[in-house]
Every structure is written in structure tokens, then in C-alpha cells.
């Protein structure tokens, strides 16, 4: 098997991004106006963190739609989860399963995206 840099560099990123981001103690998240921003800042990192996933995955295996989505919301969870268990860790920051929740909705939202567009090309193509 032969992985494929353009489609694992995407995820890697995407986790040493994460890693770090949740490393800093001193975070400052941006006011968007909204009533929780953290929460949507974790859903939009985590759909993108699952859209990443699915192309690494269909970049360097060959399997099933179905089986290629259960791998990557069961390893997008982990990430999640291993992600707020190491926050845990750092001094000003806490674990908290609300995180977990909106990085779950995230990686939920990108694979039913990554279906809808992918059927809608299907049938543009085909």
C-alpha cells in the first residue's frame, strides 16, 4: 500500500493544528456576536477535520462508501475525544463533553455533506 501525500497531508495538518490549538492556555476566541462561539468554532474545525479524514481515506484505500464513512466518523470521535482528554491536562483548560458533542455534529455534518456533494456530481458526470 502506497499513501499518497496530497491526501494525508490535509489531515495531518488538520491534526497538528488541532493539537496545538488545544496545547495553548491563552486562547482567545474571536467574538462573532454569537451565544457560543467556542461550540461552533469546534463544530466548523471538526467538519473540516472530517472532510479531511474522508479523502485521506479514499485517497489511500479502496473500500466502501459505507465502510469508508463508519472509519472515519470512528477515528474522527477518537480524535475528538483523545483531543478534550489531553486539554485535561493543560493548566487553564478543562475537558468537556459539549466540546466532544459539537466536534461529533461536525464530523456528522461532513460526512453527510461529502454524500450529498458526491451524488450530486455523480449525476452531473454520469
Do not use: C
Not at 454569537?34 to 479523502?55: E, M, S, V
Not at 493548566?91 to 461529533?104: E, H, K, N, V
Amino acid at each position: 500500500m502506497k499513501v499518497r501525500v496530497l491526501t494525508s497531508l490535509p489531515i495531518l495538518l488538520a491534526s497538528v493544528a488541532i493539537i496545538i490549538a488545544s496545547s495553548r492556555q491563552d486562547i482567545q476566541l474571536p467574538d462573532l456576536g454569537l451565544w457560543n462561539t467556542d461550540k461552533l468554532l469546534h463544530l466548523i474545525a471538526y467538519f473540516f477535520y472530517g472532510i479531511f479524514l474522508l479523502i485521506f481515506i479514499n485517497g489511500n484505500f479502496k473500500l466502501s462508501k459505507g465502510k469508508t464513512i463508519l472509519i472515519a466518523i470512528v477515528v474522527g470521535l477518537l480524535f475528538a475525544a483523545s483531543d478534550e482528554w489531553h486539554q485535561s491536562f493543560v493548566p487553564g483548560r478543562t475537558a468537556s463533553i459539549y466540546d466532544f458533542i459539537a466536534d461529533a455534529i461536525g464530523i456528522a455534518l461532513s460526512t453527510i455533506f461529502n454524500t450529498k456533494i458526491a451524488a450530486a456530481l455523480n449525476k452531473i458526470f454520469n
